[in-house]
């Protein structure tokens, strides 16, 4: 039990780091003209649990903030992807 919720936190984090990264180059990459991270990818990341690490990235870089689908849609699947933490952990600890 203790080793799935260590996984579990540790899903948490590396996806949330990566979607954080993912957006930090974007951001640099917007800035260059070069070329970008397709929204596809930073949407699945926000639908397999890396939400928050998109939403701090959108608000630390200034990101995505224009684009009305980032900034409503990313905070609501925050808030999904934090019910279905704690429905597992809730779940596994049954």
């Known amino acids: 039990m203790k080793d799935f919720i260590l ?4 899903y948490a984090l590396l996806l949330n780091i990566i979607g954080f990264a993912l957006v930090a180059m974007d951001k ?6 070069k070329w970008r991270i397709p929204e ?8 397999i649990g890396g939400a928050s690490g998109i939403w701090y ?5 200034r990101h995505k903030t224009q ?12 808030f999904l992807n934090v019910a279905v933490y704690l429905v ?3 779940l ?3």
């Open 88 to 90: 597992v952990l809730t």
């Open 40 to 47: 596809a990818r930073l949407w699945l990341v926000v639908w």
């Open 7 to 10: 996984i579990l936190i540790g």
């Open 67 to 78: 684009h009305r689908k980032f900034v409503v849609g990313v905070p609501i699947l925050f």
């Open 28 to 33: 640099r990459s917007a800035r260059k003209g």
């Open 92 to 94: 596994f600890l049954a």
């Open 57 to 61: 990235g959108m608000r630390r870089f």
